[in-house]
């Protein structure tokens, strides 16, 4: 049971490019989750789903897009990146209700230069 | 809004003794759930317990035990017999029960070291 699954781990990008952070789960969890995690600031949400083809923008949205084509997968666009969107990157899932913690990903250390 | 407040950016504490990380949150809900996660060097975010509000009875996992204040709106992490492998970034993070938009607030965490 791999539980949440982020690639790449690493990646350094150059200023105006744009990539995509992959995320895929595989225990059947509706709720997926984008953080982003900065020094000092712990984990800001960027975009959440409750389900495939449902989204919806969390407190730091901008200069990022997602979509939930499917149950599994999660996938977080980056577009013009700028050097504000280094950062630690984390995705995670859950069951529905509230006692459910989130399983995270192993995240993905990105640097725009 | 719900807010969560970890006033202890960093903590040391000898190996073998206890030491305790402070959490407070804000809220008007009555019914929710609280939580504590250990991010080590890996950078792997590990649930270490939950506490749910309508239980009376502080949560324990081992070494690690809450002190839950629901009226004062506190929950710290208690963890007992400290070991190297607890060197980590604790975050506390709250969470609504059954609601559509119920996303995990996090801390900003603190950074406990274990000194030998």
């Known amino acids: 049971n791999a539980g949440v699954t982020q690639t790449p781990k690493f990646r350094i990008l150059k200023i105006g490019q744009s990539m995509t952070l992959q995320c895929t789960q595989d225990m059947n969890h509706n709720y997926m989750y984008w953080y982003r995690q900065d020094p000092g600031m712990g984990l800001k949400l960027i975009y959440y789903?409750?389900?495939?083809?449902?989204?919806d923008k969390g407190e730091v949205p901008n200069g990022y897009n997602v979509s939930r084509s499917t149950t599994e997968d999660f996938p977080l666009r980056l577009e013009l990146a700028a050097p504000s969107q280094t950062s630690v990157y984390f995705c995670a899932s859950s069951e529905l209700g509230g006692g459910a913690g989130y399983t995270f990903g192993s995240g993905t250390r990105l640097t725009v230069v | 809004a719900q807010t969560v407040t970890q006033s202890q950016p960093e903590m040391s504490v000898q190996e073998a003794e206890t030491v305790t990380l402070s959490c407070t949150y804000d809220?008007?809900?009555?019914?929710?759930?609280l939580f504590w996660y250990k991010q080590p060097p890996s950078r792997q975010m590990i649930l270490v317990i939950r506490q749910e509000a309508y239980k009376q009875q502080n949560a324990t996992e081992n070494r690690f035990s809450v002190n839950f204040q629901k009226a004062a709106k506190s929950f710290s992490l208690k963890i007992s017999d400290s070991q190297l492998g607890d060197a980590a970034m604790y975050f506390c993070a709250y969470r609504r029960s059954m609601n559509r938009d119920d996303k995990i607030i996090f801390g900003k965490g603190t950074r406990l070291h274990i000194l030998p």
């Open positions: 809220t008007s809900e009555s019914d929710y759930y």
């Open positions: 789903s409750v389900g495939a083809g449902i989204t």
